[in-house]
C-alpha cells in the first residue's frame, strides 16, 4: 500500500468543507484503483449525530453504496486525523486494505489542551487505530503522519 498526496488532499478539502458547514475540520476519502470513491465530512455538529457525523464513518458508508457492496476489499481510507477506534473498527468491518491518516489522536489531544489553556477535555475512548487495527480481522495496513503538517493546518479553522 503506497500513501498519494493527491488523494490526503482531498480528505483536507472535505474537511475544509466541513468548517464551512459548520462542523469539525476533518475529512475523509475511500480509494479503490486509484480512483476516489468517495468522500466524508464531519458533520456532527450540523446533524447532531454522533456516530454517522464522522467522515470516515460518512465515506464507508458512501463508498459501500457508491460500489453497491458490503465490503470495501482493495479500499484504503485517507483522514485527516488518526481515525477513533470506531472509525478504525468500522474499516475492519468494511474488509479495506488500510488506513492512512495525517495527525495523531496524541497530537490532537496535545495540541487542543494547548489551545484551550488546558481546558480541553478528550471525549473519545483513548485507544489508537493501530491498536484497534492490531486485534482485528483482516489486518489493515496503516500509514500514519502522512502530510501531517498541511493536515495540522486545519486546526486553524476549527478553533
Known sequence: MEAKKEFMERAIQAAEESVKKGSYGIGAVVVKDNNIISVGLNTLKIDNDPV???????????ACKNLKQPY????????????????????IWAKMEGIVFGVSME????????????????RQIDISCQEVLNKGEPKLKLI?????????????LTV
Do not use: V
Request: net charge neutral.
Open 72 to 91: 470495501l476489499q482493495e479500499c484504503i481510507l485517507y483522514s485527516t486525523h488518526e481515525p477513533c477506534p470506531m472509525c478504525s473498527s468500522a474499516a
Open 144 to 156: 500514519p503522519d502522512f502530510l501531517k503538517e498541511e493536515c495540522i493546518k486545519l486546526f486553524d
Open 107 to 122: 497530537y490532537t489531544k496535545n495540541e487542543m489542551k494547548k489551545r484551550m489553556g488546558g481546558k480541553f477535555s478528550w
Open 52 to 62: 454517522n457525523g464522522h467522515p470516515e464513518i460518512d465515506a464507508i458508508r458512501k
